[in-house]
């Protein structure tokens, strides 16, 4: 049977503003979308009938509920011709750590199913399908830059700008979205940093670091330092360590601390690493490289599939 392996790669928001919450609930954000080079490994094989999928990290769903289950299960009832799929993935996206890390699984569900059954949809249709599973999969089925409107699911592709060198430092705890969004509502939202997609986008477009740099923030920022300051007093750490610019990515908690070059990132990553309890990756922005090459393989599933070793790009 055929089988196909992807690579499913996380992001970070350069921008996050939150503005007025819409009648259906959700909030209407402008956020400026950057793919990274972190990826889960997603392998999709073909089988007679039936769904099944299997994660290495236990504690994630192994069925409904895994975001690349339900991916699958809508491209099974929209396409009768896929008859069946067992999905493994391997997790080295950090989990609900504001890295889109089921959507990004998600995504390569969407993709995968698409190229192993020789659907030929668009990626306008695909953006579709994505739509209807949560905010960032539409980015993640093309993780290089976008402006993100509406939920962020209205995606305008954005100049990539400069190579971006960071360090992730994610702190033991994991934040539910959800929740962050009810504390961003009992807050008043005036006191929260807007930062302006606009002002980014030049930067990207100038290949200019220090406007970059200046563009960056997260309104989210705000609800979580306001319960767990002690990350802000990190990012001021992290910041004394020598990274350029600190931000939350998404809704936290992961810290980006971003350096000019990939020696002073290394550097970040040694002395950030001594913070006890935090898990530090070294990453960097995503290029169209990156991007064509995100699939490894696709062929008959008795060739031997090898994915941890082909991670790299983190520490
Ligand atoms: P975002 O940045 O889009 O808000 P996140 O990085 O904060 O996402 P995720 O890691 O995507 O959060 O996980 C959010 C929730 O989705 C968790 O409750 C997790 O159990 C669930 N989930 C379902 N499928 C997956 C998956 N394949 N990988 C990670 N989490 C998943």
């Given amino acids: 049977m055929k089988k196909i392996i992807l690579k499913a790669f996380g992001k970070i928001n350069l921008t996050l503003d939150v503005q007025d919450r819409r009648p259906d609930g959700y909030h209407r ?13 997603i392998s999709l094989e073909k089988k007679e009938e039936g769904l099944t999928l299997e994660a290495d990290r236990k504690d994630l769903p192994q069925g409904p509920g895994n975001l690349a289950y339900d991916a699958a299960l809508l491209m099974m009832e929209k396409f009768p011709q896929i008859s069946g799929v067992h999905i493994r993935i391997i997790k080295k996206i950090p989990v609900m750590a504001g890295l889109a890390g089921g959507s990004a699984d998600a995504a390569a569900a969407l993709t995968g199913l698409n190229l192993l059954y020789e659907l030929g949809l668009s990626r306008e249709t695909l953006e ?14 093309y993780p290089l830059a976008a402006l993100g409107e509406g939920r962020g699911e209205i995606l305008t592709p954005v100049d ?17 979205t959800a929740e962050i969004y009810l504390h961003y509502d009992q807050m008043n939202a005036a006191l ?14 100038n290949q200019d670091l220090g406007e ?11 609800p979580v330092f306001k319960i767990y ?23 936290g908690p992961t810290l980006a601390a971003f350096a000019r070059e990939e020696e002073q990132a290394r550097m970040l990553a040694s002395h950030m690493k001594r913070a006890e309890g935090w898990t530090v990756l070294l990453t ?14 696709l062929g008959e599933a008795s060739v031997e599939e090898n994915p941890i070793e082909d991670i790299e790009g983190e520490e």
Wanted: charged share 20%.
């Fill in 212 to 222: 970059i740099y200046r563009a960056m923030g997260n309104a989210l920022e705000y």
């Fill in 284 to 297: 960097r922005s995503l290029t169209e490289e990156d991007l064509n090459r995100s699939m490894i393989y």
């Fill in 229 to 251: 300051p002690y990350l802000a007093q990190w990012g001021r750490d992290f910041r004394r360590m020598g990274a350029e610019a600190v931000l939350m990515a998404g809704s």
């Fill in 128 to 141: 579709a399908f994505a739509s209807e599973l949560g905010s960032d999969v539409a980015f993640c089925l």
């Fill in 160 to 176: 990539p700008g400069p190579m971006l060198w960071m360090v992730l430092a994610k702190p033991s705890f994991a934040l539910s």
């Fill in 29 to 41: 954000l402008s956020t400026v979308f950057r793919g990274i080079h972190l990826f889960d490994l």
């Fill in 192 to 205: 929260a940093t807007h930062p302006n997609a606009r002002n980014m986008i030049l930067g990207l477009e």
